[in-house]
């Protein structure tokens, strides 16, 4: 079988006809012959998305593009946790492309699967982020004896973190508008910066009860002291956020961030890939330390994209990847800037 990302699609389907140029590195033809000689290939449903979502707007370009993926048989690998593409669903395409009316109804009900999929990883990686702020600082102050360390952390993220569904509705209220002005991206990175600050800035109201409470020398009920602080934190108003301090503290402990990353992601979803939990603790969360914040929508498809890269190690298949960085499971190295490739692993043809 043979995995294509989204680029590399409108390569094979032709890039002239969505009225983008082809690129000058890559020879078209070629890549299109070595397509055609697969009986078997595959879309991630994560580039399926975005496919479908990119033409939203061009009915006559999409029904090409559709037709195109049933011509070739293309499969629908899942690999996308908020949305599953069916075998059903892909049988009713020829029916739902005669019909202009049902056409848009399908991109609707795409639209809203991909956003929700852009919400669910936003808010994971939020997560992520503020519990790596917390575990670091509560390690670096050296306050808490060692032995409550990990209850302080369980206590502050099932209070403040795991079920925080104000920063999931800002995050999707932030996708609904950017959308809507087209520019998803700028407003979703002021938004996710944002949420960062406002719970950081309530973790650390609840460390500092707690800690003064340590101070006591009197023996203290440590469920009361932690409630207390909830309470307290929870009255807060959210003023600018710190970022700087923020990104200094997971800075700070960059030594064994990387495997703390990977043991929270466990956590937050266990269905995620050994590449995947990689791709976060080296390339995603190192990109938004050092590079301002930026939340970079796209980061969300190669996250999913990795996955295939996971499948493919355990399946002996083939996958063709364009113009972004590639992973290779066998020697953890991350190249960056790698141009259109092709792999091959005893791949079925």
């Known amino acids: 079988m043979l995995f294509l990302d989204a680029n590399a699609f409108y390569y094979y389907y032709g890039s002239s006809k969505p009225g983008q140029n082809d690129p000058p590195n890559i020879n078209i033809t070629k890549l299109r012959q070595y397509c055609d000689n697969f009986s078997s290939k595959a879309l991630p449903s994560s580039a399926y998305l975005e496919i479908i979502t990119h033409f939203k707007d061009s009915q006559d370009i999409l029904t090409d593009i559709i037709n195109f993926i049933i011509t070739n048989k293309f499969k629908i690998y899942n690999n996308t946790v908020t949305y599953n593409v069916t075998d059903s669903e892909l049988s009713e395409l020829p029916s739902i492309i005669s019909n202009e009316e049902q056409l848009?109804?399908?991109?609707?009900?795409?639209?809203?699967?991909?956003?929700?999929?852009?919400?669910?990883?936003?808010?994971?990686?939020?997560?992520?982020?503020?519990?790596?702020?917390?575990?670091?600082?509560?390690?670096?102050?050296?306050?808490?004896?060692?032995?409550?360390?990990?209850?302080?952390l369980s206590f502050v993220y099932n209070k403040l973190i795991k079920h925080n569904n104000d920063s999931r509705a800002k995050l999707h209220a932030a996708f609904d508008s950017g959308y809507e002005i087209n520019d998803p991206q700028r407003v979703v990175k002021k938004v996710f910066v944002n949420c960062v600050g406002e719970i950081c800035i309530k973790v650390d109201i609840m460390l500092e009860w707690i800690y003064e409470s340590f101070r006591q020398s009197k023996e203290v009920d440590i469920n009361d002291i932690f409630e207390k602080a909830y309470s307290e934190a929870t009255k807060s108003k959210s003023i600018s956020p710190e970022m700087d301090k923020i990104v200094k503290v997971i800075k700070n402990a960059q030594t064994e961030c990387k495997s703390t990353v990977e043991q929270l992601s466990d956590v937050f979803d266990e269905r995620f890939t050994q590449g995947q939990k990689e791709y976060l603790s080296q390339v995603l969360l190192p990109q938004w330390l050092m590079n301002g914040q930026k939340f970079q929508k796209n980061d969300i498809f190669d996250f999913f994209?990795?996955?295939?890269?996971?499948?493919?190690?355990?399946?002996?298949?083939?996958?063709?990847?364009?113009?972004?960085?590639?992973?290779?499971?066998?020697?953890?190295?991350?190249?960056?800037?790698?141009?259109?490739?092709?792999?091959?692993?005893?791949g079925h043809r």
Not at 321 to 336: E, G, T
């Open 104 to 152: 848009q109804q399908y991109v609707f009900k795409v639209l809203i699967a991909k956003k929700e999929t852009e919400v669910s990883f936003s808010n994971f990686f939020l997560c992520e982020i503020v519990t790596l702020y917390t575990y670091f600082k509560i390690k670096q102050d050296a306050i808490l004896p060692s032995d409550d360390i990990l209850y302080a």
């Open 305 to 346: 994209w990795i996955s295939c890269l996971d499948y493919i190690f355990s399946t002996r298949v083939t996958i063709l990847i364009s113009d972004y960085r590639s992973y290779d499971c066998r020697n953890r190295d991350l190249r960056r800037n790698v141009p259109h490739r092709a792999r091959e692993h005893g």
